[in-house]
């Protein structure tokens, strides 16, 4: 708990991953990519229940074997290409019988996410009274200078002249979701809200920590960060 609030902690890891088939339990280091997550959410001071979200009966069993809780299996429904973050979230707390005054969702894709930085999103959301808090890094090239290309083949700024910087000193530092840590009130995503509004509250994490995997490529990558003192 934080204060007199209740805190879920879900996981959600569907099966039919693509980009880089059964990544959720692929091994990373000495133990699955999921069993990370389920770690760092473990560490958590504030974290009352920790459960998965999932369709797969491989995924549960290893997050089972690594101590997360599993009450539900996700519908198919909701473990398709095209289904909602919120939907599933919302199923989740829909499907526990406790009502709770915060969720925390996690993605088992964001390894090098730590249980200080869950704490830190929890109580910034807590603390200042907002329905939700994100976490974020911040981008290494500006999007202040980018373009994006017509049907002639011709460049097309990204922001009008106007808004451009003079220098790139002058250009504002720009952030950018690296899909780690998402906090909000249960009432407000059961009410209809969303976890990214004009309410949110962002936690900045490094970008050498805001890593999310994808591909056979990113895990090779994040392989060679693992046991470095700087992550």
Not at 111 to 125: G, M, N, V, Y
Not at 152 to 174: D, N
Request: net charge negative; aromatic share 6%; charged share 25%.
């Amino acid at each position: 708990m934080i204060g007199a609030s209740s805190v879920l902690a879900l996981i959600t890891a569907r099966g039919g991953s693509k980009g880089l088939p059964r990544k959720n339990v692929l091994p990373l280091g000495n133990k699955p990519l999921i069993a990370w997550t389920i770690e760092a959410a473990k560490g958590s001071r504030y974290i009352d229940r920790l459960v998965l979200s999932s369709d797969d009966d491989e995924i549960i069993d290893v997050a089972r074997t690594w101590g997360c809780d599993i009450p539900f299996v996700r519908p198919a429904e909701l473990a398709s290409d095209t289904a909602r973050s919120l939907d599933v979230v919302c199923h989740a707390l829909n499907a526990l019988p406790t009502r709770w005054d915060y969720v925390v969702v996690l993605q088992p894709t964001s390894p090098l996410r730590t249980s200080d930085d869950i704490d830190a999103c929890i109580r910034l959301c807590a603390e200042r009274g907002a329905t939700t808090c994100v976490t974020v890094c911040a981008v290494d090239k500006t999007p202040f200078w980018m373009f994006k290309m017509d049907d002639e083949e011709r460049l097309v700024p990204l922001f009008p002249a106007a808004q451009m910087p003079e220098s790139r000193q002058a250009a504002p530092k720009v952030y950018q979701l690296n899909g780690a840590v998402y906090v909000a009130r249960t009432d407000h995503l059961l009410g209809g809200g969303a976890f990214v509004g004009s309410d949110t509250l962002a936690y900045e994490m490094s970008r050498s920590r805001s890593v999310d995997i994808d591909t056979r490529e990113d895990l090779e990558a994040i392989e060679m960060k693992v046991g470095k003192s700087d992550v």
